[in-house]
């Protein structure tokens, strides 16, 4: 599927989309608003807009923490994120959960949690229902370089493999667990490596060219669909912050953010729309003009929700 201009121009806005949440949570989190920590996606949207954007209505994505991009295409608004992270009353735990810990199975969006790799089995459930009930449908786990470390991630990955169930695995390869490079993470090059392990058949991409993404996953997903079992997509990319605001990353070298910074995913797309002219100067303002009342009005009305009444905690919580 080649996306067309009206799509290329959509990809563009979730990307500076995506962006721009980011920039004003990190506005929220230094005003004191924020409970808890911000973790950014600078540098990483294109995977999760890229990946998002080639699924259909009825499949199922397990994001996480930097992967707000998926959630703002699967539907949730910039306001939910923002009431989420600042534990509004009326964001959508109203307040009993924070950062992006929220989902809705009708939009396919299974709440992120912190349990790295706990999401891929549950993804496994997903497909096998599907594959019994004969529904169409792809799960999409988003899993970190460091994630891909842990046991439920083996148990999952090769249950997957072994019973072919429709499972794409998004493995964000961005150099860095907390402050824990790759290298001393794991003993191999590149995530595809563990794919083979198990016999699930993958690719590597260059995570911060969107339309590769977009493609690697429109192959990922019909190969799930098809029967054929997972898939995993590696994709490269830098993680362009601490681990989350409070984190300076000082233990990152100056010289690799310098790199990446000139890859930045937002620049790279708009220099190809530019040298295709798929995107003239007075398209991309109106883009921006878009983005920038948006984003206002949504902070506005997230900035004024009170926070839940005290004697609410407990309520829903309990069945
Ligand atoms: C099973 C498990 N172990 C440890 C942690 C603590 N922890 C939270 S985030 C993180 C680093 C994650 O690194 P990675 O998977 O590469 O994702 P990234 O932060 O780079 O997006 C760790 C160790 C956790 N949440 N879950
Ligand atoms: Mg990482």
Not at 159 to 165: E, I
Request: glycine share 8%.
């Amino acid at each position: 599927m080649n996306p067309s201009r009206a799509q290329l121009h959509e990809l563009y806005y979730f990307l500076r989309l995506n962006r721009r949440v980011d920039e004003q949570l990190v506005n929220f989190y230094r005003q004191g608003k924020v409970v808890g920590g911000v973790y950014s996606s600078l540098g990483q949207e294109a995977i999760s807009v890229g990946t998002a954007y080639a699924l259909e209505a009825q499949d199922f994505v397990a994001p996480l923490i930097r992967n707000v991009g998926v959630m703002l295409i699967r539907g949730f608004r910039p306001r939910d994120v923002f009431l989420q992270y600042m534990a509004r009353k009326d964001g959508p735990t109203g307040g009993r959960d924070a950062n992006t810990h929220f989902g809705d199975l009708a939009r396919g969006v299974l709440a992120p949690i912190s349990m790295l790799g706990e999401t891929l089995p549950v993804c496994c459930g997903i497909a096998l229902a599907a594959r019994m009930r004969r529904e169409p449908r792809v799960a999409v786990a988003y899993i970190g370089d460091g994630g891909t470390s842990t046991g439920s991630f083996h148990e999952g990955a090769n249950f997957a493999a072994v019973q072919k169930l429709a499972v794409v695995i998004v493995a964000e390869n961005n150099g860095w667990a907390y402050s824990t490079p790759t290298e001393k993470q794991m003993a191999i090059r590149s995530l595809t490596e563990r794919a083979q392990g198990y016999g699930i058949p993958a690719a590597s991409v260059d995570g911060n060219a969107v339309l590769a993404v977009h493609a690697a996953m429109a192959k990922a997903a019909a190969h799930a669909r098809s029967g054929r079992g997972p898939f995993l997509i590696e994709c490269r990319t830098m993680r362009m912050k601490g681990h989350a605001e409070h984190d300076d990353a000082r233990y990152v070298p100056k010289a690799l953010l310098e790199k990446w910074r000139k890859r930045d995913p937002i620049l790279l797309f708009e220099k190809f729309l530019r040298a295709k002219k798929l995107m003239t100067p007075k398209e991309k303002t109106s883009i921006e003009e878009r983005l920038e009342s948006e984003i206002r009005a949504e902070a506005a009305f997230a900035d004024s929700s009170p926070l839940p009444p005290g004697e609410d905690a407990a309520r829903p919580v309990w069945a």
